[in-house]
């Protein structure tokens, strides 16, 4: 059974950082990663992926702020997100694709899927 479990999430004050982790019970390097979040009352959107390859795309409202990264060794995930601000809240959520992926594609759609960790941000 694939399982990713994110963690990492926490409560924190705008213009803070904090990086989240999605850990692999499988072998990933054949998998496309991607991170979505959904904040209360919002759709869930894709906000960064990177491929088998390592090339990473973000979304227009997080380009600057967040890093996607991974660690093949340990089957890690990771989302580094700097100058946090309030509409940053949301649950975050790491999903896999065999090959090739992007984050439009529907979270649902992926092969896997995390549970999410909360990030809450305050002004």
């Known amino acids: 059974q694939v399982q990713l479990v994110e963690s990492g999430g926490d409560s924190v004050q705008a213009g803070g950082s904090l990086r989240l982790s999605c850990a692999a019970r499988?072998?990933?390097?054949?998998?496309?990663m991607a991170w979505f979040r959904q904040a209360p009352g919002k759709e869930r959107e894709g906000v960064a992926s990177?491929?088998?390859?390592?090339?990473?795309s973000y979304a227009d409202s997080v380009k600057g702020r967040f890093t996607i990264s991974k660690d093949n060794a340990k089957n890690t995930l990771y989302l580094q997100i700097n100058s946090l601000k309030p509409e940053d809240t949301a649950m975050y959520y790491c999903?896999?694709?065999?090959?090739?992926?992007?984050?439009?594609?529907?979270?649902?759609?992926?092969?896997?899927r995390g549970q999410g960790t909360q990030v809450t941000v305050s002004s």
């Open positions: 499988y072998t990933f390097r054949h998998y496309c």
């Open positions: 990177i491929q088998t390859d390592d090339r990473t």
């Open positions: 999903a896999a694709e065999l090959g090739a992926c992007t984050f439009y594609t529907s979270f649902a759609a992926f092969d896997y």
